[in-house]
């Protein structure tokens, strides 16, 4: 069974950093999309950031700049580097992966940004 496991998150002041990892239970398959997706009281989940095997990435308009994802095969993880957070980045953020059609989630780890 595919676990995806989230670590990193916790209590961060504006304008500081996290890091996010999220640990998959199998190797990684080489033709997959991993991404991790926010969810803040009342709103729906959100797509933050994607990253293809190959590497491609792709950010939400709300953390381009300011968020970094990569992934690494070899340790069968992918990291969501966050900088110059803001109060509006609170939120549950999710490990997603795709790969055969088929979708993984994490069980989230809470970000909270304070003012």
């Known amino acids: 069974q595919v676990q995806l496991v989230e670590s990193g998150g916790g209590l961060v002041h504006a304008g500081g950093s996290l890091r996010l990892s999220c640990a998959a239970s199998i190797k990684i398959p080489s033709d997959s999309v991993m991404g991790w997706y926010r969810q803040a009281p009342g709103k729906q989940r959100e797509l933050v950031a994607l990253?293809?095997?190959?590497?491609?990435?792709n950010y939400a308009d709300s953390v381009q700049g300011r968020f970094t994802i990569s992934g690494d095969n070899a340790k069968n993880t992918v990291t969501l580097q966050m900088n110059s957070l803001k109060p509006e980045d609170t939120a549950v953020y999710y490990c997603?992966?795709?790969?055969?059609?088929?979708?993984?989630w994490g069980k989230g780890t809470l970000v909270t940004v304070s003012s």
């Open positions: 990253v293809t095997s190959r590497g491609s990435t």
């Open positions: 997603n992966g795709r790969w055969y059609g088929l979708s993984y």
